[in-house]
T-cell receptor, first 112, second 111 residues
Framework: GAGVSQSPSNKVTEKGKDVELRCDPI?????LYWYRQSLGQGLEFLIY????????KSGLPSDRFSAERTGGSVSTLTIQRTQQEDSAVYLC??????????FGQGTRLTVV | TQLLEQSPQFLSIQEGENLTVYCNSS?????LQWYRQEPGEGPVLLVT?????EVKKLKRLTFQFGDARKDSSLHITAAQPGDTGLYLC???????????FGAGTRLFVKA
């Protein structure tokens, strides 16, 4: 596709359940980021993939959060045993070599 | 740690007014980008500034990169309700492998 695609666009889950969020980046972009955005707030860095290098996981808030990127393309963010404080919009971005970021529309996660 | 500080955090103005928002750092950046995020959408890239002192214009928006490449400003002339959104500045860290975002300026333009 022409842009970054995220799915699902909305997810409502019960507390304690696991969720998987998917990001399809722009073809050819080697860098991919996940951010979290709470209502009315800025972007909270979660994790960063760059080519075949080990990902920068320094922003993951707890060990319930993990992410992988298969084949240097599609990425999945997994949240285990979801908590209400995990409710937020999760944004994915892929970057050009000039570090210009193209964002998906996000997944709005609601934990009830 | 490189940080980008944006000010003001929140700005509410009347349609037709002019405004300037700022993005400051104590570190030098090789480039800075400005993004706008509208409600329910992901941020969208507006412009990239690369050269110290550079000025770029995008219709009613004027972007400036400081001479020392440590700061940038965004000036909007005759703001319109369609300018409402979260304005984010961002830049690559020293190694150039990680993009750092400011916390943003939330702009609301009243009709």
């Amino acid at each position: 596709g022409a842009g970054v695609s995220q799915s699902p666009s909305n997810k409502v889950t019960e507390k304690g359940k696991d969720v998987e969020l998917r990001c399809d980046p722009i073809s050819g972009h080697t860098a991919l980021y996940w951010y979290r955005q709470s209502l009315g707030q800025g972007l909270e860095f979660l994790i960063y993939f760059q080519g075949n290098s080990a990902p920068d996981k320094s922003g993951l808030p707890s060990d319930r959060f993990s992410a992988e990127r298969t084949g240097g393309s599609v990425s999945t963010l997994t949240i285990q045993r979801t908590q209400q404080e995990d409710s937020a919009v999760y944004l994915c971005a892929s970057l050009t070599p000039n570090t210009e970021a193209f964002f998906g529309q996000g997944t709005r996660l609601t934990v009830v | 740690t490189q940080l980008l500080e944006q000010s003001p955090q929140f700005l509410s103005i009347q349609e037709g007014e002019n405004l300037t928002v700022y993005c400051n750092s104590s570190s030098v950046f090789s480039s800075l980008q400005w993004y706008r995020q509208e409600p329910g959408e992901g941020p969208v890239l507006l412009v990239t500034v690369v050269t110290g002192g550079e000025v770029k214009k995008l219709k009613r928006l004027t972007f400036q990169f400081g001479d020392a490449r440590k700061d940038s400003s965004l000036h909007i002339t005759a703001a319109q309700p369609g300018d409402t959104g979260l304005y984010l500045c961002a830049g690559p860290n020293t190694g150039g492998f990680k993009t750092i975002f400011g916390a943003g300026t939330r702009l609301f333009v009243k009709a």
